[in-house]
């Protein structure tokens, strides 16, 4: 590292590099002159390659892929001390997922899975699952291990389990399928919902489903739902499927349908398609989990595929379907430095099936330790929790898949409908109002991109009131309260006892902010779908671009707003570092669904659509309204831009095209940009940033304010003739007072070019 005043750091930077070599020999020499460099640094070295020792100085070690980076940032020793830990001799087997290295000759592959079976058989371990995805270079077996495995990892090092010393492994992750706890077994809150499929207006629930949802098995009777759902189930799960343990999928699908049921929303008028990917716990009561018997990577592209594309020679059950809402996630994996296996298939499944793919980023609902000084009262305790989750951060990361460059990973902040509610002095409130909420994972993602994308809102979550010690030294923890029967939360449908359909309960979590994503995403395409009711507007770009402008759109809603001074002070951030550790932390803020789908009077908004390939520029001109001219008044632009990124299925390099948008200095705005760091914004397939500013802004008659959006190779070169599908939406506004008529400034000059353009082609 080097810094401007010291230069050179001699702090080392704990840091990997892969290197795919294909030659044995120069493996074998580069480990000859790294070893004889470090036993010599001032030897002699043959002619073209002294230039070796340059890099060998910036350099720990040099050596070959081996046994400990098979487990090194999958967790895996860790896990397995903690499974010791907790269960101790009755742990009997443990489930590992085997990454192998993706080899593109089928039958190499066979070869290579079928001595890595026999290790696992030789080891006195079985085989349950196996996936191969060509298209992500996903090769992968579920398999698993006796104790003594486990045993032996802890006792005596990596090299004593034959699995993780065998050349065709790449990675060996821990396997835990993600499990719900029900929010309650007794659900009494009682709602009122119209029947039938029929919404509030008395419309009936008709056409193609739009979402998909891949959760829990519902329960399609409940009132909220009956009429509303279609649920698919190939896998038969509905046979052993209790209706006490039908929460999740449940909770999920009403919040996608009605929203918080507090708040009493319009229900979506589409019927919602469901594919359960859950089961009942084998032993904990009311649980359910992923399917314990499947790779998650292999169950998801099977499900999307059936969607979409149809399976064995079949047609596709719901073609129809745009949006997948994944309210999951891989509980035992936190974000690492790759992308996960999960990751990679949703950023594949999304830019070859144009799928807009909403993802929680995951929850972290464990106790959080303070001071005990700071357990006085709320306030102090409040201040303290804020600082312990951000010192936290790195033990609190997303949750795959939502590190999926290509999907909209979601956080939760600190609201529901329920309103002011008595707390009770046994609990304490210490999260901000409409804050990010504790218990959401954050941020960054993979190559320090923006992650989670944005926040919506995931129900409050009040906090057990810790005892104090008397000895006033040390540290106490504070834990979730259950709030299920009363509220505070999101008030979401549940499965009733005997069988009662009117029956809901209140819950919290990234799920549910993620289910709330969704359900504006569907009404976002019903604004795209129906177009513009005026022949003068110039037409909504086309249906293929849908997908990335809704995604688009939701970003361009959201800002930090009072998040930013508010976490500065808080977290005691200078103006250096605040902006790079606010962007992982909050993303691109809070989504304010007042000002989706529709533009105001101060407000003007322009949406489009295009393809783009390697080493072009579109260059996009935003009129400028005369009312903002030589005004020093607040003003805003904010531009975003959203691409189908394709991707490469390496250790270090991933985004395979990269697509950006460049503005004019910020002196020609009038402002400067404030929000999510500018580079951290151009690291995944999302850029979104405002320019905010109150200097005037000095321009002619004609002038425009250009946008240009560029495409450049990343990780591999873009081949001539292919073309990568993007949407950018723009915005300028003012304070009310200043002007009522930017968009009809703004719209005015649009139809002037709509007309011009229509002349020119009649003249020639």
Not at 565 to 579: I, K
């Amino acid at each position: 590292m080097t810094e401007s005043k010291s230069g050179r750091m001699e702090t080392p930077v704990q840091h990997s590099l892969y290197l795919m070599m294909s030659n044995a020999k120069a493996i074998d020499e580069l480990l000859s002159l790294f070893n004889a460099w470090q036993k010599d640094p001032s030897a002699k070295f043959a002619h073209g390659l002294g230039k070796f020792k340059t890099a060998f100085q910036q350099l720990t070690v040099i050596r070959r892929w081996g046994p400990e980076d098979r487990i090194r940032e999958t967790g895996l020793r860790k896990q397995w001390q903690e499974t010791l830990d907790l269960v101790g001799q009755s742990v009997s087997t443990v489930m590992v997922e085997v990454e192998l290295w993706y080899r593109s000759d089928a039958r190499r592959r066979v070869t290579a899975q079928t001595h890595v079976e026999q290790v696992i058989v030789d080891s006195g371990g079985r085989v349950l699952d196996r996936s191969q995805i060509g298209d992500i270079s996903y090769h992968a077996l579920l398999a698993e291990l006796p104790r003594q495995q486990v045993h032996s990892l802890l006792a005596y090092g990596v090299e004593s389990i034959r699995l993780l010393t065998t050349d065709e492994v790449m990675f060996v992750n821990p396997f835990t399928p993600m499990s719900v706890a029900p929010p309650t077994m007794e659900p009494t809150f009682e709602v009122n919902l119209a029947r039938g499929g029929c919404t509030t207006s008395g419309l009936p629930s008709s056409g193609l489903p739009r979402v998909a949802l891949l959760d829990g098995l519902p329960f399609p009777n409940h009132d909220a739902l009956v009429g509303r759902v279609v649920v698919d189930d190939p896998d038969g799960l509905s046979e052993n499927y209790p209706l006490a343990s039908r929460h999740h999928g449940t909770a999920m699908a009403s919040l996608i349908i009605h929203g918080d049921l507090s708040a009493d929303g319009e229900p979506l008028n589409r019927p919602l398609y469901v594919r359960p990917i859950m089961r009942p716990h084998e032993f904990a009561a009311g649980h359910e989990q992923i399917l314990p018997d499947r790779l998650l990577t292999d169950l998801l592209h099977c499900a999307v595929k059936r969607i979409i594309e149809g399976e064995a020679g079949r047609d596709p059950v719901a073609p129809s379907v745009r949006v997948i809402n994944l309210s999951i996630g891989a509980q035992a994996r936190a974000l690492v430095r790759r992308m996960s296996p999960v990751g990679r298939l949703l950023d594949w499944l999304a830019y070859s099936y144009n799928l807009l793919f909403i993802v929680s980023a995951g929850n972290h609902f464990g106790p959080i330790t303070i001071p005990i000084d700071a357990a006085s009262d709320p306030e102090s305790a409040r201040s303290a929790v804020i600082r312990s989750v951000y010192d936290a951060a790195l033990l609190r990361g997303i949750l795959p898949p939502g590190d999926a460059l290509n999907a909209l990973t979601i956080g939760a902040t600190h609201s529901d409908g329920l309103g002011d509610i008595d707390v009770p002095d046994t609990v304490w409130d210490v999260t901000h109002p409409n804050g990010p909420a504790h218990y959401g994972a954050t941020g960054p993602g993979v190559d320090r991109s923006v992650k989670p994308d944005l926040y919506h809102i995931g129900g409050r979550a009040l906090y057990t009131r810790p005892v104090a010690p008397s000895c006033g030294q040390g540290s106490v923890t504070v834990e979730l309260a259950n709030t299920t029967k009363t509220g505070p939360g999101l008030q979401v449908a549940a499965p009733g006892q005997a069988g009662a359909t009117d029956s809901t309960v209140f819950t919290v979590g990234t799920s549910n902010a993620t289910a709330l994503v969704t359900r504006e995403a569907s009404r976002l395409f019903d604004v795209l779908e129906a177009g513009s009711d005026n022949p003068e507007d110039a037409p909504l770009p086309d249906p293929q671009y849908h997908p990335l402008l809704v995604r688009a759109l939701l970003a361009h809603a959201s800002s930090w707003d009072e998040w930013d001074a508010q976490l500065r002070h808080e977290l005691d951030l200078t103006n250096q570092q605040a902006r790079r550790r606010l962007t992982a932390l909050l993303g691109y803020g809070r989504l304010n669904t007042d000002r989706l789908g529709a533009a105001a009077t101060n407000r003007a908004v322009l949406v489009s659509g295009g393809l783009i390939a390697r080493n072009q520029r579109h260059t996009y001109e935003l009129p400028l309204p005369p009312s903002l001219r030589a005004r020093a008044e607040w003003h805003r632009f904010t531009i975003t831009l959203a691409y189908m990124a394709p991707t490469v299925g390496q250790l270090n390099r991933y985004r395979g095209v990269k697509v950006y948008f460049v503005t004019p200095d910020n002196q020609f705005a009038g402002g400067e940009r404030i929000n999510a760091e500018y580079n951290s914004a151009r690291r995944g397939s999302l850029q979104h940033e405002i320019v905010q500013g109150t200097r005037a802004m000095v321009f002619g008659d004609d002038d425009m304010f250009p946008i240009h959006v560029e495409c450049m190779d990343d990780a591999q070169r873009l081949g001539a003739g292919k073309s990568v599908r993007y949407a950018l939406v723009v915005s300028i506004e003012t304070a009310e007072q200043t002007s009522t008529t930017i968009h009809d400034e703004v719209r005015a000059r649009l139809r002037q070019q709509v007309r011009d353009r229509e002349r020119g082609r009649v003249q020639s």
